[in-house]
């Protein structure tokens, strides 16, 4: 508030005491919102973090996203899948009786803006949550700022343990590297596979930890990495690496990186000779990726959250609503946006307030949810425990071939794709 242009020494007065009293309320306030706070419902982004959230009008959340960059199909599919989830629930008439209002910006695949992009979304918008990111280095970066202000963050699908670790705002709806690690190290032993080499990105969070866990899980299954080699993303030349990884005799080759480098390497790999197949994570799952790789990829496999040929009722019904509101069919990234903006409506129903610790409370209470990509269940560390899948490059398309389940889950029944999909089966 600016200072009234008087000169009397008693206004002047005044208007110190009124300075300091804001100030010691915005420092209590602040230090009340890190580490999400001492009050109850404390952080609620309704305010911009600093108190509670509005009780009328629409509810305003936000997504960040990769709308552009490097990884931009990543934020354009996950932020459709949002988006229809918005529309549906807004159609059954919202939450609390409001409807939802969705403000979604772009850090242009950047890490290192994605921080920035939150807390506008946190002091401009004022949100009453978060939804963010896919890659988790952005995930980090945008959930230290949500942890500060005391504002609830669902990330779709960062698969770093670190995105939610000593944040009590922030969850996730998909599994983690530690589970997905074991999901490809099993497919591979499975199909015989019992020598493979790594070839990571050594800047990513996510392919640095994906590839650490692929090689102790698949060593303690008794197999061997034949050579383990780093690359950085955007390095147009990885031949001397593929070099090492043509001669060491391994039988697959396990590239936990994202689709924008996976197509360009596969590429290379093929010309100078190297024939076994590729493996990969989650981070491959693009409509991208088969028009970098071409014939390239053909043939290979990676781990991902859903499959959209399964044969389970709500992947068909979420394919069909996809299909016909954005013309195109869904990949994992826009079924986790889905769910995970679901998670939250259902949560932001349940919650005693619309408060920061409240709301991030019940979203942390999660427990088998139906979702597309599976029954989600939030654990301690606000992590969820389900099933993956495995796709493999047919046609330029990732088809069904596996489920796989967590360590000391029961077998699960085989799952049969979509009609015309080819045979599928079930794993543990």
């Known amino acids: 508030m600016p200072h009234p242009q008087e000169s009397a020494v008693n206004l002047n007065a005044w208007n110190k005491v009124l300075m300091v009293a804001a100030f010691a309320v915005l420092a209590v306030g602040g230090c009340d919102k890190l580490g999400g706070g001492k009050g109850k419902g404390s ?3 309704g305010s911009g973090g600093t108190g509670a959230a509005p009780q009328t009008g629409t509810i305003v959340i936000g997504h960040y996203a990769s709308l552009t960059g490097s990884e931009a199909t990543f934020g354009v599919s996950t932020d459709h899948g949002v988006i229809l989830a918005m529309e549906e629930r807004n159609a059954a ?15 242009a695949s950047k890490s290192s803006e994605a921080g920035n992009v939150v807390q506008r979304l946190i002091s401009e918008d004022h949100v009453v949550a978060l939804i963010g990111e896919v890659a988790s280095g952005s995930s980090l970066a945008g959930g230290k700022v949500a942890q500060q202000f005391g504002v609830p963050m669902i990330s779709p699908s960062s698969t770093n343990k670190k995105v939610t670790e000593g944040r009590d705002m922030v969850s996730r709806v998909c599994f983690v590297d530690e589970f997905q690690g074991y999901v490809v190290a099993k497919f591979a032993k499975d199909q015989k596979l019992d020598k493979v080499a790594v070839l990571f990105d050594q800047a990513a969070p996510y392919s640095k930890g994906l590839a650490e866990t692929f090689k102790s899980e698949l060593e303690g299954l008794g197999g061997t990495i034949t050579t383990s080699q780093a690359y ?7 031949s001397a690496q593929l070099q090492s990884i043509k001669t060491s005799g ?16 596969v590429n290379q790999a093929r010309k100078l000779g ?13 409509s991208k990726l088969a028009e970098i790789g071409g014939a390239a990829i053909e043939g290979s496999y990676y781990s991902n959250h859903y499959s959209f040929d399964e044969a389970r009722p709500e992947v068909k019904e979420f394919v069909a609503k996809f299909e016909k509101r954005w013309g195109e069919t869904p990949d994992g990234l826009a079924a986790l946006g889905y769910d995970a903006a679901h998670v939250l409506f259902v949560a932001m129903e349940k ?11 019940t979203i942390a209470a999660t427990k088998d949810f139906p979702g597309v990509t599976g029954k989600i269940t939030l654990d301690a560390n ?31 029944s085989p799952v049969a794709p979509a009609a015309g999909s080819g045979s599928g089966s079930a794993t543990k």
């Open 232 to 238: 950085t993303a955007g390095d147009a030349d990885v």
């Open 93 to 107: 008439g919202g939450v609390k009786g409001r409807q939802i209002e969705l403000k979604t910006l772009d850090d």
């Open 250 to 265: 391994a039988q697959a080759v396990f590239l936990p990186g994202y689709y924008t480098d996976v197509g360009n390497i």
């Open 351 to 361: 919650s005693p307030s619309l408060g920061g610790k409240d709301l991030a409370a």
């Open 274 to 286: 190297v024939t076994v197949p590729f493996l990969g994570g989650d981070g491959w799952d693009s």
């Open 382 to 412: 606000r992590d969820a425990q389900k099933q993956a899948v495995v796709v493999q490059m047919k046609g330029g398309k990732p088809r069904y071939v596996a489920t796989v389940v967590p360590k000391g889950w029961p077998e699960p």
């Open 43 to 45: 952080g609620s982004a």
